[in-house]
């Protein structure tokens, strides 16, 4: 493995190659700090150039811009709250805390170095391991599915810093929201008002307005005009010793996650990151610190997502099956060369899949450089005051609302969830549960519906699958672990009442 | 003095405009609308007949992406425009499954359009885990010996590989069990994964995995053997006498196009569908490039739309 990817390296070395892959993370890195434009709009765009390009290089371009966006994505959300992709809806929770104390540089440090770190990793796994990942990824079917994305609906619901309840609810509102459009297993139409609305409400309108918009709505009626003591010299970037011991191991839970989660095609990067977030707040020793711009809370899903990012390709390059829509595109690419991808990929075209990986190494090498310097730039972006800034900001909400589907109620619901997402903050609910519930809940009954499609309507199958049963037995653990410490918090209060009364 | 110019530009443009529209069409952008994702097939299709035909019409030809409703918002919208050839649409074998499927539709699928050209056309294959049936066969004698026991992975509720599956049992007599992905990759990944036991895809979802010896190919749905897979046998000749399912790619306009329009496009259609380029790109793509009459076109989407509807109500599929 080892040697094909040092074969791999030499091949992206080549200076022209370089230049291509440098490109394509940095036109990623930008188009992800646009909010609402994703790499889908960019790969499609930039489409029509890799009939220009030979195969590797268009993959090595194409592929740069898709994780380059990754490392963008977080900057808006830090800075601005504006999660461009669900996987960034977790680094709003705790980055956008951190920034508004002043210390968005130092956010934006860490984001980029648990990125790096995530991304590493995610590139190591994809090199020694890749056949193995395969093969267990080709081994989640239908029931294994559903029973993922039970345990991560129960995940969803720790996501938030009030009530369980509370965020339970508001998964419960994600999951209504996403029965919006055709029903995926007879095609019947639900709750389609418009036409415009058959296939389902868009989620960048939805995390767009209930993140961005209802902030700048909140913002505008504050009476501050910028942000206070913002900090921009190289010793406020840098966490600080503690600071960084503090991270290691989330960084190092959040890449293991973010890589088993990326290689299952169709959950990837959404799932993992919010997983790791449910896992730092589950085995941290201060909980209640999650929400109000905890580091651990910021590192463990941002490695998550870049992790996954690049496991993500290991389906896509073993087996020509892509994990996502971006994906899909790449692919397009490869097919237009007249390269079919499949499980012969890496047997016929050696130098293109080591080439295309080594060139993950190197990308992420060059983002971690370029988003160092860049830090100070984006946190000056905040000194603009309010009423310059945001106005910029909602035309550029609407404009990469639009790109999407070329959708004027896109842009109309967008402002709507807008104004539902501040009056949902007025009285204590938060919006990241809804947009959890909102992308699970399609996955959960699709597959729960295929399952009883397949196996004819028999539930045994959920315990009779080995991993099926293994997800199961970790969803009634966690029901189970919760109840019980509810009830062991409830006795304690009850004695302490009765030691006092006596 | 410069003010003055800028102030006489519009004048001059209001002057010189008519005088050139009168002779010569186009004298503007023209516009390829479709109704997909991009990135997706139709809009690769369209990108690359939009360049080409950018530079034979010698005015910009802008590809525009109106997705929705299985491409029914961009036929909904290219209907209402004016039939002056400045818009056309790219149409898929979809137009003519939307047909069958919908209850209400905001347009005509065939009165509402001028049919310009078919672009490429391409059949679909079925298959099968490799070593797992002999013959397609094999796999109709296994499905009617105990129906119920074969189950046909396909890429979505309507999509025309789902209602082929559907067309297939009512041929054969088969009873199969159709169970929807979200697009015809994730069928894919179900059949390696051997949860399913059938696919019917395009060339283009099934070749990686046929060539890898994961898949065998148990036959083909046009009713003659497909050029670029001569070995593949059809469904025709084998198990369903008269099984002929194909896909199109195609581009139409706005019912009423005037006639010396309608002739200067088609013209430019056949002559980049002539160009070897175009040619190869459309085959990495999976498709044969053909073009057509309008009237052929017309005759091969109403054809479509009687199947399908006989296959939507025969096996009782939700209408939208």
Avoid at chain 1, 79 to 107: F, K, Q
Avoid at chain 1, 231 to 241: G, K
Avoid at chain 1, 398 to 417: E, I
Avoid at chain 2, 171 to 187: D, K, L, N, R, S
């Amino acid at each position: 493995m080892i040697d094909q990817f040092l074969m791999g390296l030499s091949v992206v070395m080549q200076p022209e190659i370089l230049i291509y892959a440098f490109a394509g993370v940095f036109i990623g890195q930008l188009i992800g700090v646009l909010p609402g434009i994703g790499a889908i709009t960019a790969i499609s765009l930039l489409l029509p150039v890799t009939f220009y390009l030979d195969a590797t290089t268009s993959m090595i371009m194409l592929a740069g811009i898709y994780y380059g966006s990754q490392y963008g994505g977080s900057i808006a959300s830090i800075l601005l709250n504006l999660p461009g992709t669900p996987s960034s809806v977790v680094t709003c929770l705790e980055g956008y805390p951190i920034a508004r104390d002043g210390r968005a540089g130092m956010a934006l440090f860490v984001a980029a170095f648990s990125s790096f770190v995530g991304g590493m990793i995610g590139v190591a796994i994809l090199v020694l391991a890749a056949i193995p990942m395969t093969s267990i990824a080709l081994r989640f079917g239908a029931p294994e599915y559903a029973m993922l994305v039970v345990l991560g609906l129960l995940a969803a619901s720790l996501v938030g810093t009030g009530s369980q309840l509370r965020s339970f609810a508001m998964v419960l509102v994600g999951i209504a929201l996403g029965l919006v459009g055709a029903d995926a297993t007879t095609g019947y139409y639900r709750f389609v008002a418009m036409p415009e609305l058959a296939d389902g409400i868009s989620l960048v309108s939805l995390a767009m307005g209930l993140f961005g918009v209802s902030e700048i709505i909140r913002n505008a009626s504050n009476r501050t005009r910028t942000m206070t003591n913002i900090s921009v010299t190289m010793r406020d970037i840098i966490p600080t010793r503690t600071e960084a011991r503090s991270l290691l191991g989330p960084i190092l839970r959040g890449s293991t996650i973010g890589s088993f989660f990326g290689a299952l095609p169709g959950t990837g990067a959404a799932i993992a990151s919010f997983m790791a977030y449910a896992t730092e707040k589950r085995v941290s020793r201060t909980p209640e610190k999650f929400g109000t711009g905890h580091l651990p809370g910021l590192s463990a899903p941002e490695s998550a997502n870049n992790a996954a990012s690049q496991t993500g390709f290991i389906p896509t390059l073993t087996l020509g099956i892509p994990g996502d829509a971006v994906m899909a595109l790449i692919i397009g690419a490869l097919i237009l060369n007249g390269i079919i991808p499949g499980p012969r990929l890496m047997v016929d075209q050696p130098l293109l899949f080591w080439g295309v990986i080594a060139s993950f190494f190197v990308g992420n090498v060059i983002l971690l450089l370029i988003n160092i310097p860049l830090i100070r730039l984006w946190v000056l972006l905040l000194r603009i005051p309010y009423q310059k800034l945001y106005p910029v900001i909602i035309v550029m909400i609407c404009v990469g609302v639009y790109s999407h589907r070329t959708s004027v109620t896109d842009v109309v619901l967008t402002l709507a969830f807008g104004i539902i997402g501040y009056l949902m903050k007025s009285y204590r609910f938060e919006p990241a549960p809804v947009l959890l519930g909102f992308v699970l809940g399609p996955l959960l009954e699709d597959n729960f519906r295929r399952t009883m499609l397949i196996y004819r309507g028999d539930f045994a199958i959920f315990i009779e699958r080995p991993i099926s049963a293994v997800l199961f037995a970790c969803t009634v653990a966690l029901i189970g672990f919760s109840i019980f410490s509810t009830i062991k918090t409830y006795r304690r209060n009850v004695q302490t009442r009765g030691a006092h009364e006596r | 003095m410069l003010r003055n110019l800028i102030a006489t530009l519009p004048l001059a443009i209001a002057l010189a405009v008519p005088a050139v529209a009168q002779d010569s069409f186009p004298d503007r952008s023209l516009r390829i609308v479709h109704g997909f994702g991009p990135g997706g097939n139709a809009d690769t299709v369209s990108r690359i007949m939009a360049e080409q035909m950018s530079q034979g019409l010698g005015e910009p030809v802008v590809v525009e992406s109106r997705p929705g409703a299985g491409g029914t918002v961009a036929s909904g919208y290219v209907a209402g425009e004016d039939p002056d050839g400045y818009t056309m649409q790219l149409l898929v074998g979809g137009h003519a499954v939307a047909a069958a499927l919908y209850n209400s539709l905001p347009f005509e699928p065939v009165d509402d359009y001028t049919f310009l050209s078919t672009i490429g056309q391409f059949p679909f294959f079925l298959a099968a885990r490799a070593g797992e049936y002999e013959s397609i066969d094999a796999l109709i004698e296994a499905a009617l010996a105990d129906p119920g026991s074969i189950v046909i992975g396909h890429s979505g509720v309507g999509s025309t590989q789902h209602l082929t599956g559907e067309l297939l049992g009512l041929e054969t007599g088969a009873e199969f069990i159709h169970v929807p992905y979200q697009g015809g990759a994730a069928a894919s990944t179900a059949l390696m994964g051997g949860e399913v036991d059938l696919i019917i895809d395009t060339g283009t979802v099934i070749r990686g995995q046929a060539d890898a010896g994961v898949y065998d190919v148990l036959a083909v749905t046009s009713a003659e053997r497909w050029p670029d897979s001569p070995d593949v046998p059809t469904l025709n000749e084998t198990v369903a006498e008269g099984f002929d399912v194909i896909s199109w790619t195609a581009l139409g306009a706005p019912a009423g196009l005037p006639e010396n329009v309608e002739a200067a496009l088609s013209a430019e259609i056949q002559r980049v569908l002539a160009m070897e380029d175009v040619q190869a790109q459309i085959a990495a793509l999976g498709a044969s490039p053909r073009g057509s009459t309008g009237a052929e076109l017309q005759a091969l989407i109403e054809r479509q739309i009687a199947v399908w509807t006989e296959v939507i109500d025969t096996a009782q599929i939700e209408r939208r």
